[in-house]
């Protein structure tokens, strides 16, 4: 995969991950009062929880449409899915718990 082709990939990770996100605020939004910083954060949230999946997914080996659903879900996830992964990093590297956890 050339360079241009991966940033392609990348842009449009994030657009799925964002509109995951967009899809939760919706969901909730009889929940919660919507403001501007918490769209903005929970979209930022959503942004890297995407990437994130996207360069897992990329090293895993997915094929770009199971890349797409999985960035479109972590997006919905958030931080419940930046939550998941750092556990599994964690795990994956032998870190110990802390009694935080």
Known sequence: MDELDKAWQTMLAIMLALLGGIARLLAKKDDVRLR????????????FAGTLTFLIALEGGLSGNWIGVACGIAGYGGAKTIDFIERVMKEKVGAK?????
């Not at 501007?36 to 942004?47: D, F, K, N, R, T």
């Not at 718990?97 to 956890?101: A, I, M, W």
């Open 36 to 47: 501007w910083g918490v769209i903005l954060s929970e979209l930022l949230l959503s942004a």
């Open 97 to 101: 718990k802390t009694q935080e956890e």
